[in-house]
């Protein structure tokens, strides 16, 4: 399998997602390789739920494989079109979490780290998320784009179908909101003026 | 009202730590989408009916839809236009020509009503 997995390694997603689609059986386990491990982690970002998170991941990953018949070259590329799916079920998501208390903490999950030091990192991350909950869905993505994937304004764009102006005009607006929602939770997670 | 210093250096900090964030798919989930994948192709989608498609595989496809087509058009311009060795075909075959006035005596009837009248 190995020796396959080789074969496929210059090979770009939607050459192994086109072999999929024709019946390779080694194309689904060479893009899940690929593919899963960002898609998990976006997830991860935005919901701060591991349980939630693989669920999303399992879904997006479902909708690559329905629409690789009919997947058309050059229209988009397969990762950033992932980007957006992913996106679009964690706002989902999120948006049944508005309401709900911000203090609810998900349970910490890193056996490496100490129980205190564990328990402050995943009461922030979770704090971040329900602040996410808390903005319109665009603001939403485009913040997590931008600050939990690390990518460029241009990019955001291209998966959001938005000009660039309008990407940063929902960055600036969706940060702002967010520091509003947190500041009254800042010396709870720990970020006293002096500590940050 | 813009965000703090402090608000702004939490912000970043909190980002910083979700970018830290790099979980590991498990071979639980990697089972789950894999599956998923053999299962999305064994259903294809049903093929859908079209009265048109049953229509071009009746006749034998699109050559003979369209040999069907012309012969059709053809058709029609003959009657619309007839071709003069169609006309001297027909003439040929039948022997000779018959005009038929339809209305010749009917004229004539109206006429001596009106006159009776």
Redesign the interface.
Known sequence: MNARLGSWRDAPDYAVLLA??N?DEEA??VL??RL??RV??QA??MLAD?AE??DV??EA??KL??I?AEWRQGEAQVSTWLYRVVANLCTDRLRKRRGVSLDQIAEPTDPQMSATAQMQ?TS??T??ANALAQLPDRQAQAVSLR????LTNPEIAQIMDISVRSVESLTARG??A??DI??AR?AE?G?E?DK? | MKMTKSEDQMLDDLFALGRGTAPVPSDDLMARILHDATMARAVEPAPKFSFWAGFRDMVGGWPAVGGLAMAGVTGVWFGIAPPTSVASFASDLIGTSVTVDLFDDTSSFFAEASIDG
């Open positions: 999929y689609a019946g689904a386990r899940s390789l899963v491990p998990l982690a991860t970002r591991q998170a693989e991941a399992q990953m479902m494989w329905e690789a990192e922030r991350l704090a971040l600050h939990l994937e690390g940060k702002k967010l520091a947190l500041a800042k997670l970020y003026d940050i």
